[in-house]
């Protein structure tokens, strides 16, 4: 998924996979060449032919760009057996159950999304669409969550400040996962204070988003949780040595 106002890095993220074709929407196909573009309305009105093959685990399942702040973003290959493992590892931690609501207001060019689409219909859950550019606008995301009658929200920290910063009060009930930045102390005293469940999650790109997840009940220890099942993280020295308690070293999946 490329943003479309991203420019020229659409064109840069196109050809670093060389097999892409671009289904485009209402917005301005990126500049790329014409034989690798294809609008949506006219896919969508090409007759269907069935299945030729059963794809298998190892099969890409998407390509999602990292943001590129250390430098060129590339394009992460995640497979099909990765995004089932994502989905049911969050499904066995029972983040999100039968009968809520999550809010998926992330772009389709953040990974988060992913989680955000599939896992509520995997759990017997619902999501909850809003248009592009509402997430980037606080007040419409919060009259979007309460006409939404939202009971659950993957958010970056900054975004949960920018939907309090407008006087928006959080349900009753409402559960938050927070992800993508550092849970800091204050953003989580007031989450709690609001009677909010909060949980956190950390990953890469590269590994299917969230490797960790923990809840959070105190300001004074947060971590990034324990790992999913299947995942192992290790934390280790300049040799590649586990560290000793309370060390400080490299984060490794």
């Avoid at 983040?95 to 809520?100: A, D, E, S, V």
């Avoid at 009259?143 to 009753?172: F, K, N, Q, V, Y």
């Avoid at 999650?201 to 299917?208: C, F, K, L, P, Y």
């Avoid at 099942?229 to 040595?241: E, F, H, L």
Wanted: glycine share 10%.
């Amino acid at each position: 998924a490329i943003e479309p106002d991203q420019g020229g890095r659409a064109s840069q993220q196109l050809s670093d996979v060389p097999d892409a074709l671009l289904v485009h929407g209402d917005q301005p196909s990126p500049d790329v060449a014409s034989q690798r573009v294809v609008s949506l309305n006219a896919l969508l009105e090409t007759p269907a032919g069935p299945l030729t093959d059963e794809p298998t685990g190892d099969v890409p399942a998407y390509v999602v760009f990292t943001s590129g702040s250390t430098g060129r973003p590339k394009g992460a290959v995640n497979t099909r057996a990765g995004l089932g493992w994502l989905l049911d590892s969050w499904a066995t931690a029972g983040i999100l159950t039968t009968g809520r609501t999550l809010l998926a207001q992330s772009s389709l060019a953040f990974d988060m999304s992913v989680l955000q689409l599939l896992l509520p219909l995997l759990v017997g859950g619902r999501v909850a669409l809003v248009a592009p550019g509402v997430e980037r606008d606080a007040p419409a995301l919060a009259a979007a969550c309460d006409a939404l009658s939202i009971t659950d929200l993957l958010s970056p920290p900054t975004s949960w400040r920018l939907l309090r910063a407008t006087g928006w009060r959080p349900p009753l009930g409402l559960r938050v996962l927070f992800g993508a930045e550092r849970v800091s102390p204050d953003v989580l005293d007031d989450a709690m204070d609001c009677g909010v469940e909060v949980w956190t999650g950390w990953g890469v790109s590269e590994a299917s988003a969230c490797v960790t997840l923990g809840h959070l009940t105190d300001s004074g220890r947060i971590s990034l949780g324990s790992p999913v099942p299947g995942a192992r993280v290790r934390i280790v020295d300049a040799s590649g040595r586990d560290c000793e308690d309370d060390d400080e070293g490299e984060l490794w999946i």
